[in-house]
Structure formats: structure tokens, C-alpha cells
């Protein structure tokens, strides 16, 4: 969501603040602002819209400074126009703001008591106005920020900024992440890794409740209770500096393509060269009675599939919960159950909600993400890590994957401690789980055919996805990558549901696409494509040659996937279905890496 940075330096920032917004796009924005220190005194370009909106602003009446700071923001209060854009600016400060104050209201209404007036309808503001209205009675802005900071309720990252101070920014967290980039003679601020990563490789991921004090010289760190502390200093990754497309015309594409090579790395953390599976922290499924996973999205329906592997598997009861819901539900916890919390970030709002209701619970808690540094891996007990690298699409795509083959491993390293399987059978798992990423290689090829069908299923209303076991999360998954990207309407069901009610939709010519591997219970849904093909369906399979060959006679458009093993099939299965919803994005002309209204890491509720 929204995206910060802030430089404090000896060089001029406007170019370079720019640039930090454009790595910030992937985490999904509906306008973007900066604010530069002119003769001391702040001076803002925003715009509605996309950073192009702003470098126009910008170009019309360019201003330059040592020091600014510029956000990306997908509002949550008040509409998406140029007046509710950060920096928001009262008085002497000047902040940027991610996350949701939730008593905005009641602090707005003590402000105006005061006298003080408000021009836009967010939350944000209020900070703003806050902290200025301390500094007019007479205090410092480090001792009006920290006294600014015990006032507020809910989720933030926030930078500020102030007239007059040309050697200071002010950084603060508490629900939403914030780094300080460690640079020579210059220090910045960054909501993530990728907002400082080109400037420095040096960073400081600020803790829960932290708030910093930046000058040219470096940063001084306090935490919640306003002590000053050390944090260490992690160096990034080369490629955890930049994100390029390479080749391809879409990040997302490029994503896809990268799927054989994470999910090999992502496995290589999880399965030794003779085959055992070794898990981190001790990890044993043979203390736990059942396992609760707990995600959004994308990472949910990872988790759906992962409960059919664990059940299947390792004959481990699993229940798979929607983050938003479950924290909120009050549900009856297990003390024996592991609660696994899956987020491509680590910073799901929601998702982190849901792992400290756990906590509170007594209850043990693991964390699969691929940030490593992220809230929520250091919140769990146990870190179980995915390997994707950055990943930029908004729609998830290698994240999704690597979680897949993640999961997969853990099941049957559990069903191993469980002794639900023979040393032999989880050594013929693990086997297969090595040749997914192959597997995922030729499933590529399917590309041809895929790109072929896209031009008619774009000119689609609605789509329906069918799959059974596996293949019905895997169908939720394909129906809301394709509403996510080419905004088409679709609906993923379990195939035997279909008579239940979804039937009533299929019309002369209504795509249907069933993702049904030639498998035990191919049969069942070949029974299903008949249903639909008799009241018109257009029919899309895709399959292994076995499955397309039997389906011959209703005449689905086919798409051949490789034959897999049952374990791995949904991971390589799931390259077509990424591939399908892209290419119906690119034939619709829709802005695939960043759809409209979608945010990449969803840090508010
Ligand atoms: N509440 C603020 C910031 C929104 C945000 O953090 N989005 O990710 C606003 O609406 O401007």
C-alpha cells in the first residue's frame, strides 16, 4: 500500500525521490506526492493519479532541496484527489503517513477546539496538525513528535518533516514497517527495503513502536518507551536493490517465467540432498493435534490446498481461515493446534492480527513469508521462509508457488513425524517435490495455446472456474488472478457444487475452465464438463494429454499440461492458470502490474 521515502542529504533530492516512488508503484497507489524544503520552508507538488501526474506538476514548477521526502498513496480516508495526497502540511510540518489513525476523529475535534482547521478528509492530517500545535506551545518537534506519538490509536509508519530544519526528518512505526537507509553522509527513510535499496545497501528495519531521528550523520534510534536503542544494521541483497523487467513487457510475466528457479530455491531450504525434509526451529507435527492456517487472498488458497496435502498426507486435521474474519470471530482455540500464518509480505494487517490473537491464546505460531525481516516473521515463534525473491506484480504469481512448495514440504515432513508415512514414501515425495520445478518449466510451454484463446475469453462477462480437491482452491485462485488484472467477473467453485446453484449461470458460450489433471477423480469431473457443455458452456481444459484425450468429445479448447505428479500437480498446474489470466490482461490492455484499486502488501484493515 502506500509507499514512503525521505532523504536527508548533502545532494539534491527531488530527482532522486521520484525515482524511490516509481520502485515504490508495485505496492498499488492512487496519487503521489513529495515535499522539498525551498528556503526553508516546505514546499509540496502532488497529484491525483499516477507518478507521471506528479513528474508533470513537478516539471511545471520544479523546486529542489538536501532534504524531502515524497509518499505514494492509496487512500483510505477520503477520496483519491490531489488535496488528500500526501505530504499533508500544518503549520511547520510537513508529514507523510501509511496506515489508518483510528481516533482521527476525537483528535480532529480536541484540534478544532483549539482552533486549528483541517483541508482534507483523512486521518493523516491530523497527525500533522497535532504535531504542529504542540511546537506552537512551545516545544521541540523531537519532543512534539514523541508526545504526538503516545496520542495516537491504530496502524502507522509516518515521516515528518519541518520548516526550518534543513538537517532533520523524523521517522516513526508502529503497525506498519519503516526503514532507515544508512548512506555516506546522507540518511533516508523507506517504508520498505525497496524504497532505499539502490541509495544504500546499509538499513535499519526499524522495530514495533520505534521512532527515529534522522540527520546527514546517520539516525538515532528510540523505541516505545522513548529509550534510546541499537538496532542492528542488515545489509541488502544486491538484487534486493533494484527490480528491473528484463525482457519481458510485465513484471508479472516476468514473475511467472521466474517460478521454476524460486520454487527450486524456495525447496532447497526445505529438502537436504538425500531427501529428509529438515524444518527450522524444531519445528515437530507430532506435538500438535491439528494445525489453523491463517491468511488473505492469494496466500489463503495456498493454504486451502496445503489442507488436503496435510489431511492427505500426514493425516493431520487442518482448518484454513480468512484472516479478516478469523480475528474478529472470537474463535475457540486448540492450545494443541500450531497456528501457520502465510503472507507474501509479512505485513498483512490482518494476517499479523490474526498470529497476536494466537499468541495471546498460549498457542505455538509459525510464519511462512518471504520477507524475512517483516512483522510478522518476527512476531511468530517459528520462521518458515519462501524463497520468491521480490516480487513486484501485484497479483501474486512466484509467491503463490513458492508458498505451494513450501507447504507441500512441510506436509510430508509431517507426515514423516507422524509416521503417517514410511521412510520410503516421504523419500518418494520429496523426489517429486524436486522435479516441480521442471515440471513448472514445460508447463510454460503451454503459453502458445494460452495466448491463442486469450482475444475470445477477453470479450468474456463472466467466467466460471471448476476443480475438485486440489483444483477447487486452485480454481479460486485462477477465478481472482482473472478479476484481479482483467477485471472480467469470475467465480471459482468445487465441480461438484455446480448443480448447487452456479449452473443457473452458464449461457450460450459462457467460458467454463476446468482445471482436472487425468487423476482419480477425472471421472467425476468429466461428468461436470458434460453438465455444462450441454447447456452451451464454452468449455477451456486444461489437463494432462490423458485428460484432453478423453474429453476429446465435448471439444474444450484444450491446454495440455504436463503430466505431474498427484502431490505436485497443483503447483505446476498453477503455471497455465497464471498464464491464461495474463494474457487475457494483455488482450484487454488493463495495467497488469498495478490493477486498479489493488494494493500489493495490504497493510490496513
Ligand atoms: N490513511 C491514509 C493512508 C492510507 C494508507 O496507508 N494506505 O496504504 C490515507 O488515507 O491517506
Known amino acids: 500500500?502506500?509507499?514512503?521515502?525521505?532523504?536527508?542529504?548533502?545532494?539534491?533530492?527531488?530527482?532522486?525521490?521520484?525515482?524511490?516512488?516509481?520502485?515504490?508503484?508495485?505496492?498499488?497507489?492512487?496519487?503521489?506526492?513529495?515535499?522539498?524544503?525551498?528556503?526553508?520552508?516546505?514546499?509540496?507538488?502532488?497529484?491525483?493519479?499516477?507518478?507521471?501526474?506528479?513528474?508533470?506538476?513537478?516539471?511545471?514548477?520544479?523546486?529542489?532541496?538536501?532534504?524531502?521526502?515524497?509518499?505514494?498513496?492509496?487512500?483510505?480516508?477520503?477520496?483519491?484527489?490531489?488535496?488528500?495526497?500526501h505530504p499533508h502540511r500544518a503549520g511547520r510540518v510537513t508529514v507523510i503517513h501509511n496506515g489508518i489513525i483510528e481516533n482521527f476523529r476525537e483528535l480532529k475535534d480536541e484540534l478544532h477546539a483549539k482552533g486549528r482547521t483541517f483541508v482534507t478528509q483523512t486521518d493523516s492530517e491530523a497527525v500533522a496538525v497535532l504535531v504542529d500545535q504542540a511546537m506552537d506551545e512551545g516545544i521541540t518537534p523531537r519532543e512534539a513528535v514523541q508526545g504526538a506519538l503516545s496520542r495516537l490509536e491504530g496502524a502507522f509508519a509516518l515521516v515528518f518533516l519541518f520548516d526550518g530544519e534543513d538537517d532533520l526528518l523524523i521517522g516513526a512505526r508502529r503497525g506498519s514497517p519503516l526503514v532507515v537507509g544508512l548512506g555516506d553522509g546522507e540518511t533516508y527513510l523507506g517504508s520498505d527495503a525497496m524504497a532505499v535499496g539502490p541509495l544504500t545497501r546499509r538499513v535499519i528495519y526499524l522495530k514495533e513502536g520505534d521512532w527515529a531521528v534522522a540527520t546527514r550523520a546517520g539516525?538515532?534510534?528510540?523505541?516505545?518507551?522513548?529509550?534510546?536503542?541499537?538496532?542492528?544494521?542488515?545489509?541488502?541483497?544486491?538484487?534486493?536493490?533494484?527490480?528491473?523487467?528484463?525482457?519481458?513487457?510485465?513484471?508479472?510475466?516476468?514473475?511467472?517465467?521466474?517460478?521454476?528457479?524460486?520454487?527450486?530455491?524456495?525447496?532447497?531450504?526445505?529438502?537436504?540432498?538425500?531427501?529428509?525434509?529438515?524444518?527450522?526451529?524444531?519445528?515437530?507435527?507430532?506435538?500438535?493435534?491439528?494445525?489453523?492456517?491463517?491468511?488473505?487472498?492469494?496466500?489463503?488458497?495456498?493454504?486451502?490446498?496445503?489442507?488436503?496435502?496435510?489431511?492427505?498426507?500426514?493425516?493431520?486435521?487442518?482448518?484454513?481461515?480468512?484472516?479478516?474474519?478469523?480475528?474478529?470471530?472470537?474463535?475457540?482455540?486448540?492450545?494443541?493446534?500450531?497456528?501457520?500464518?502465510?503472507?507474501?509480505?509479512?505485513?498483512?494487517?490482518?494476517?499479523?492480527?490474526?498470529?497476536?490473537?494466537?499468541?495471546?491464546?498460549?498457542?505455538?505460531?509459525?510464519?511462512?513469508?518471504?520477507?524475512?525481516?517483516?512483522?510478522?516473521?518476527?512476531?511468530?515463534?517459528?520462521?518458515?521462509?519462501?524463497?520468491?525473491?521480490?516480487?513486484?506484480?501485484?497479483?501474486s504469481t512466484k509467491a503463490f508457488t513458492c508458498q505451494l512448495a513450501a507447504l507441500a514440504a512441510l506436509a510430508v515432513a509431517a507426515g514423516a513425524q507422524r509416521g503417517a508415512l514410511s521412510k520410503d514414501e516421504a523419500t518418494a515425495h520429496a523426489r517429486s517435490l524436486m522435479h516441480a520445478p521442471h515440471l513448472m518449466n514445460k508447463a510454460l510451454e503451454t503459453e502458445t495455446d494460452i495466448q491463442a484463446m486469450a482475444q475470445e475469453l477477453s470479450r468474456a462477462r463472466d467466467v466460471l472456474y471448476l476443480g475438485r480437491g486440489v483444483y477447487f482452491p486452485l480454481a479460486l485462485e485462477g477465478a481472482l488472478k482473472l478479476k484481479e488484472i482483467s477485471y472480467i467477473h469470475a467465480e471459482g467453485y468445487a465441480a461438484g457444487e455446480l448443480k448447487h446453484g452456479p449452473i443457473a449461470l452458464i449461457e450460450d458460450g459462457t467460458p467454463v475452465i476446468v482445471i482436472a489433471p487425468h487423476d482419480k477423480l477425472f471421472d467425476k469431473t468429466a461428468s461436470n464438463m458434460q453438465e455444462v457443455a450441454a447447456r452451451g458452456a464454452r468449455l477451456v481444459l486444461i489437463s494432462d494429454e490423458k485428460g484432453l484425450k478423453e474429453a476429446a468429445d465435448l471439444e474444450p479448447a484444450g491446454i495440455a499440461a504436463p503430466e505431474a505428479d498427484p502431490l505436485i500437480a497443483p503447483i505446476v498446474y498453477a503455471v497455465p492458470v497464471q498464464l491464461l489470466a495474463y494474457h487475457v490482461a494483455v488482450e484487454k490492455g488493463t495495467d497488469v502490474d498495478q490493477p486498479r484499486n489493488l494494493a500489493k502488501s495490504v497493510t490496513v484493515e
Open 219 to 395: 539516525a538515532t534510534v528510540y523505541d516505545e518507551d522513548n529509550q534510546e536503542v541499537t538496532r542492528p544494521v542488515a545489509l541488502l541483497e544486491a538484487n534486493q536493490a533494484v527490480a528491473a523487467k528484463g525482457n519481458h513487457r510485465h513484471f508479472m510475466e516476468k514473475e511467472i517465467y521466474e517460478q521454476p528457479e524460486v520454487v527450486a530455491r524456495t525447496l532447497s531450504a526445505y529438502v537436504n540432498e538425500d531427501l529428509t525434509i529438515s524444518l527450522r526451529d524444531g519445528l515437530d507435527f507430532s506435538q500438535f493435534s491439528r494445525v489453523l492456517i491463517t491468511a488473505c487472498g492469494t496466500a489463503s488458497f495456498a493454504g486451502e490446498i496445503a489442507r488436503y496435502w496435510f489431511e492427505q498426507v500426514a493425516k493431520l486435521p487442518v482448518e484454513v481461515d480468512i484472516a479478516s474474519e478469523f480475528r474478529y470471530r472470537e474463535p475457540a482455540l486448540d492450545t494443541g493446534a500450531l497456528a501457520l500464518f502465510i503472507s507474501q509480505s509479512g505485513e498483512t494487517a490482518d494476517t499479523l492480527a490474526a498470529l497476536r490473537y494466537c499468541k495471546d491464546a498460549g498457542l505455538t505460531t509459525a510464519a511462512l513469508v518471504n520477507v524475512p525481516e517483516s512483522s510478522i516473521a518476527r512476531e511468530a515463534d517459528i520462521v518458515l521462509p519462501t524463497l520468491a525473491g521480490p516480487e513486484i506484480g501485484v497479483a
Open 1 to 85: 500500500m502506500c509507499g514512503i521515502i525521505g532523504i536527508v542529504g548533502d545532494k539534491p533530492v527531488a530527482e532522486r525521490l521520484l525515482d524511490g516512488l516509481r520502485r515504490l508503484e508495485y505496492r498499488g497507489y492512487d496519487s503521489a506526492g513529495l515535499a522539498v524544503l525551498d528556503d526553508g520552508k516546505a514546499a509540496r507538488r502532488r497529484a491525483a493519479g499516477k507518478i507521471k501526474a506528479l513528474e508533470s506538476a513537478f516539471e511545471a514548477d520544479p523546486v529542489d532541496a538536501h532534504i524531502g521526502i515524497a509518499h505514494t498513496r492509496w487512500a483510505t480516508h477520503g477520496a483519491p484527489n490531489e488535496t488528500n495526497a
